[in-house]
């Protein structure tokens, strides 16, 4: 079955850096377009960042953008997301995801 594991959060202060992984399996993970999104206490999810196969640049959201990279290993089913100069904003419960599937998820959060 499809297994989506994220890893990789935790406790940062304004301006930190984290990365974010995410161990998939049960699909065929080199064909598949990857997103993560983020879900804020009281909050919708909001879409962050899509990587597909081919896709010679990655999606962001404007929130992120220049400040978040999203890559992938092919060879080890993984997706992630390197987090730069975070913000109190970006705080929340990161999922990778792929078509209706999401993991449990993994916490950031941005505090002095």
């Known amino acids: 079955q499809v297994q989506l594991v994220e890893s990789g959060g935790g406790l940062v202060n304004p301006g930190g850096s984290l990365r974010l992984s995410c161990a998939a399996s049960?699909?065929?993970?080199?064909?598949?377009?990857l997103a993560w999104v983020r879900q804020s206490p009281g909050k919708n999810f909001e879409w962050v960042s899509h990587?597909?196969?081919?896709?010679?640049?990655?999606m962001y959201s404007d929130s992120v953008k220049g400040r978040f990279t999203i890559s992938r290993d092919n060879a080890k089913n993984t997706l992630y997301l390197q987090m730069n100069n975070l913000k109190p904003e970006d705080a929340g419960t990161y999922y990778c995801?792929?078509?209706?599937?999401r993991g449990q998820g993994t916490q950031v959060t941005v505090s002095s």
């Open positions: 990587s597909a196969p081919g896709q010679m640049t990655p």
């Open positions: 995801q792929w078509e209706q599937y």
């Open positions: 049960g699909f065929a993970f080199s064909d598949a377009r």
